[in-house]
Each structure stands twice: as structure tokens, then as C-alpha cells.
């Protein structure tokens, strides 16, 4: 059976979630509003349950696999650019301003946690329902990643000696990456959670 794909954006002045069910041989648009900003993220916990993330605070949910997907009311403007689920019920979104929301009901309800900063959030991963990292625009001193042990109650800061914004991570276990870009291609490598991280060398 070939794999199935969903992604997001914006085209001319539509937002767009398009679909596929071959491997990506054929795209089906899904979603389509007037909006000139874009969709940012897209995540499936499972077969059938998904959330969209975007501009204003924005999150759409699907439980039919994307035939369609429904507005939640999530308690924040700030722009949403990522979004990862632990399961089906716990979800965390991040964004501008240090935004960080939780779910632990299926998106019925999202609660603020405090990360501690203003900084632009780009993108978030939850390895189980208490362990997470979460990335983004670089401080005056450099960028941390931001680490939870408590499933977002507390966060804490990991150095990494990047100065650069960092927009998307992806974690198996203890091993994370983080990607980012800026005069050349940047990637940082974990190995033990985010107690130290490397720099990896990638030829662009």
C-alpha cells in the first residue's frame, strides 16, 4: 500500500491543504479559503485525526482523514507555525511571541503554557506525552532550544551555539535534529536529549 501525504500553504490567495494517496504521484486539494497567509504546519496523530496550523491562531482539525476539517477555538491570535500530537488527545502548537497551547482533549480545549520568552516559535516534537523540543528564532545571545521533561509545564533552555533561527526539528528517542538557515545551511545534532549539541556539516 503506498504511503499517504498531506501538505499546506497558500497559493495566490487560497490557503490550501492538498492530499495524497499514491506516494505522491497525484494531489487532491482537501481545503481551500480566501487567505492570503499562509497555512504552516500539518500533523496526524493517526489514520484518520489531523491538525492544521496557521496565521491568527488558527487550527483546523480533521477526524475523516481530511474529507473535512473544522475551525477549534484555540484562545490565541498569535501566528501558529508548528504543531505536533504525543497521541490523539495531546497536542502542543507553537508560534510568534513565545506562544506555546496544549491540548489534552482532543483540540475541544487549548491551554497557554509559559515558556519563559517573546521569541518566534517555528516548529515543535513531542516524543511521548511528557518529552518535547521546541525551536525557533535566534536571541540576543545565540539560539536555545527549548526542553520539557513534564509535558510543558516547565520548559528549559538548551545551548547550542547556533546565532542562527532554527525552523524545524525531528527527534527518535534522545536523537533530535534541527535545521535552519541563514549565510549557509545550518543543522545541529543531539545525541542525548539536548544536553550538548553539534554541529553536522551538509554540503549546501
Request: proline share 3%; hydrophobic share 35%; glycine share 12%.
Amino acid at each position: 500500500k503506498l504511503p499517504r501525504f498531506w501538505a499546506v500553504g497558500v497559493s495566490g490567495t487560497e490557503q490550501k491543504i492538498v492530499y495524497s494517496d499514491d506516494g505522491g504521484k497525484n494531489w487532491k486539494i482537501q481545503y481551500n479559503v480566501t487567505d492570503r497567509r499562509s497555512l504552516e504546519d500539518i500533523t496526524f496523530p493517526d489514520k484518520k485525526i489531523g491538525y492544521a496550523v496557521g496565521p491568527k491562531g488558527k487550527i483546523l482539525k480533521t477526524t475523516d482523514a481530511g474529507t473535512n476539517w473544522q475551525g477549534l477555538n484555540t484562545g490565541t491570535t498569535a501566528d501558529l507555525f508548528g504543531i505536533d500530537c504525543a497521541d490523539q488527545t495531546r497536542c502542543w502548537a507553537v508560534g510568534d511571541k513565545g506562544t506555546i497551547i496544549f491540548t489534552a482533549d482532543s483540540g475541544a480545549s487549548w491551554m497557554p503554557q509559559i515558556s519563559g520568552t517573546n521569541r518566534k516559535f517555528e516548529e515543535v516534537y513531542f516524543i511521548d506525552q511528557d518529552q518535547g523540543w521546541v525551536v525557533g528564532a535566534a536571541g540576543y545571545s545565540g539560539n536555545d532550544v527549548f526542553h520539557t521533561v513534564d509535558g510543558g509545564t516547565t520548559w528549559e533552555m538548551q545551548k547550542t551555539g547556533v546565532l542562527l533561527s532554527l525552523v524545524d526539528l525531528q527527534c527518535i528517542d534522545q536523537n533530535c535534529w534541527a535545521v535552519g538557515s541563514g549565510v549557509k545551511a545550518t543543522m545541529i545534532q543531539t545525541v542525548d536529549g539536548g544536553l550538548s549539541w553539534t554541529p553536522v556539516t551538509v554540503p549546501s
